[in-house]
């Protein structure tokens, strides 16, 4: 599928409108809301790692309302139940005929939405964190041994505090690999501070997110549009063999433990394509790719011990080995 010229920039029109909005509420996390746009274009989901009060929240909900989108919140606790997330099965007895035992109706849970905030997710258990596996890979429930799908589009947006703070649980690696991105949020700039001070206190009361300024200026059937459009973006071979060799450094690098697997460079080529789109281009470039390279992979490696003990960082080893790897010229 070849994307008309038309189409693009209606795209592209669409998208400078999203991002207006967007920065209507949200100040001083640019990078944040770009990388989140990427995700979700390229139908992906994100994990946000910050401390509290940095706008996390307020970033899902003002990407669920410009985008005319449902969306649901889960705070994660150590007490919180599989089921607490997906829903569950309840026999109703008041339908119950002939002595039988009644009818088994399905409670659908938080999930059946689509943007889905999955607060301070390190804060639940493995069990609990691990219930968004099926739904993060298939995009539907199983209950009672019935597939129910999810509505499209559909987002897990998740955040959690950094792993140090107390009363956290690291989560599993097969639910990092599900996440596309992973996005580090810091504090803001002084002028943005005050900005953000500012539109918080000025004639608003209480704790309130400064939403109702926000116009939704997209609809659900636009979303599904440009992830479409997205997937058509053009990849020349060169570039997609340029993010296998990325991925590939990260297993052989001094100081990383374990590489990223196959969907590292999977999501380096979404995230390509999605930046592409939000760039009013029909291609990749390397650099496209290039500027992925942290958020799509710093999940989905570990750090040796004994860089640990150096204190060394992640970041500072992916970006070590992505400068080794030369990028094609095209």
Same mark, same amino acid.
Do not use: F, M, N
């Given at each position: 599928m070849t994307i008309?010229?038309?189409?693009?920039?209606?795209?592209?029109?669409?998208?400078?409108? #999203?991002? @207006?909005? +967007? *920065?209507?509420?949200? $100040?001083?996390?640019? =990078?944040?809301?770009?990388?989140? #746009?990427? @995700?979700? +274009? *390229?139908?992906?989901? $994100?994990?946000?790692? =910050?401390?509290?009060?940095?706008?996390?929240?307020?970033?899902?909900?003002?990407?669920?309302?410009?985008m005319s989108l449902r969306h649901a919140r889960i705070q994660f606790t150590p007490d919180l139940m599989p089921s607490d997330i997906t829903g569950h099965a309840v026999l109703d007895r008041s339908e119950a005929v002939n002595g039988g035992l009644g009818t088994l109706r399905v409670h659908q849970g938080p999930v059946f939405t689509n943007l889905l905030l999955a607060d301070e997710i390190n804060r639940a258990p493995a069990k609990t964190q691990s219930a968004l596996l099926e739904v993060m890979q298939?995009?539907?429930?199983?209950?009672e041994g019935n597939a129910l799908p999810l509505p499209r589009p559909f987002m897990v947006l998740a955040t959690q505090n950094p792993i140090d703070t107390e009363g956290t649980y690291p989560l599993p690696e097969a639910q990092l690999d599900r996440f596309l991105l992973k996005i580090s949020i810091g504090y803001p700039g002084a002028a943005e501070e005050t900005a953000i001070v500012r539109a918080s206190t000025q004639g608003q009361a209480g704790n309130l997110l400064p939403l109702e300024q926000l116009t939704p200026c997209l609809e659900e059937r636009h979303v599904l549009a440009l992830q479409q459009m997205a997937s058509h973006v053009r990849a020349d071979d060169r570039v997609l063999d340029y993010a296998v060799r990325i991925t590939r450094a990260t297993r052989e690098w001094p100081g990383l433990s374990a590489g990223a697997g196959p969907r590292g460079a999977i999501a380096l080529v979404r995230a390509a394509r999605a930046t592409a789109l939000l760039q009013a281009r029909d291609f990749i470039t390397p650099d496209d790719v290039k500027q992925h390279a942290l958020p799509a992979l710093r999940h989905r490696v570990l750090l040796a011990p004994d860089a640990q003990l150096e204190g060394r960082s992640v970041d500072g080893l992916l970006a070590a080995a992505l400068d080794s790897v030369p990028a094609p010229r095209l």
């Open positions: 008309k010229p038309e189409d693009l920039a209606r795209a592209a029109e669409l998208i400078t409108i #999203l991002r @207006a909005e +967007i *920065a209507k509420a949200v $100040v001083g996390q640019g =990078g944040a809301v770009e990388q989140t #746009l990427v @995700a979700l +274009i *390229a139908s992906g989901h $994100v994990l946000i790692e =910050g401390v509290p009060g940095l706008g996390k929240t307020l970033l899902a909900r003002a990407l669920a309302r410009v298939e995009y539907q429930v199983t209950l």
